[in-house]
């Protein structure tokens, strides 16, 4: 028997611009959690921090991570990805951090102890200069999460299951685990996710539930972001494999197409469904 409060499911949500629902659409669809990507600069108040909090009881919905997302990012092909995204480009790298410690405190107004972060893309070679800069910057963050009583969760997919291990035991932090994403790692073309759980299981402290097709050319173009059952991470064997490895916490959907809200609720709810009936099966 599936027991209260584990794998409760939730929804990736946005507050302004960004790739998650309205905190109105996980409310309708009756989800019992949530994950935030953090608003903009002009959006992280402790005025709005409060009445986001009120809507949050209102509606009986937990947070369980904020998510920090920066200007100037784009995931329009994955070389964008590598010059763009994270903390690892080096232009923009000092000012991100900052970015990210303000998030980490709008986090804490929000009573939430779980940061988010897609790092970037962390060069291969552990002896590099730019390696070293990648995990000192890390180092901070987590420091200051860190008086904030929070814990930093990496999101998977830049790199091979392998290569993220070892960044974190290079990281040498005890406040930084991975928000496992099963379809990044078939979308940048990063390894077989269920076998990856195999790997840095030990660190999966937070999941999303999102699912894909490999591209023809994997690590070189997109694979393509599909409906969750739709697509190569294998919903049941994913869930049987989170269970196995002591995974209880939620199960937060993320469907990453706000240019279509109908399409994204109904295949929220559909995704929903889906992890409930599974859920029933695997804990039966
Ligand atoms: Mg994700």
Redesign the pocket.
């Known amino acids: 028997m599936l027991e209260k409060d584990v794998w409760p499911i939730g929804v ?1 949500t946005s507050i302004d611009a960004g790739l998650g629902v309205r905190l109105e659409v996980a409310s309708e669809l009756k989800i019992p959690t949530i994950q935030l990507h953090a608003p903009m600069r002009e959006g992280r108040s402790p005025a709005l921090a409060e009445k986001f909090i009120q809507s949050l009881d209102e509606l009986g919905i937990k947070l369980t991570c904020v998510f920090g997302g920066f200007e100037g990012e784009s995931y329009e092909d994955i070389p964008t990805v590598e010059r763009t995204v994270g903390l690892v480009p080096a232009e923009t790298r000092a000012s991100r951090l900052q970015e990210m410690r303000e998030i980490s405190d709008f986090a804490r107004l929000l009573g939430c102890n779980v940061i988010g972060l897609h790092l970037g893309v962390v060069p291969h070679d552990r002896h590099c200069k730019d390696y070293q800069e990648i995990v000192n910057v890390t180092r901070q963050l987590c420091d200051h999460a860190a008086t904030n009583e929070q814990a930093l969760h990496l ?1 998977t ?1 830049q790199e091979t299951a392998e290569a993220l291990r070892n960044f974190i035991v290079d990281t040498q932090r005890s406040n930084l685990f991975i ?1 496992f ?1 099963p ?2 790692m078939i979308l940048y073309g990063m390894g077989n996710p269920i076998e990856a759980l195999d790997v840095i299981g030990e660190y999966v402290r937070s999941v ?1 539930c ?1 699912d894909g097709l490999w591209s023809d050319q994997p690590g070189v173009t997109w694979g393509r972001e599909v409906p969750l059952g739709e697509g190569d991470v294998g919903i049941e064997a994913y869930l049987n494999k989170l269970k196995e490895i002591g995974y209880r916490g939620p199960l937060t959907i ?1 469907r990453e197409i706000p240019q279509d809200p109908v399409r994204q609720k109904a295949e929220i709810q559909h995704a929903a469904d889906l992890i409930h009936s599974l859920s029933a099966k695997i804990w039966r």
């Open positions: 990736f999101e997919g928000n994403d379809a990044n999303h999102k993320e």
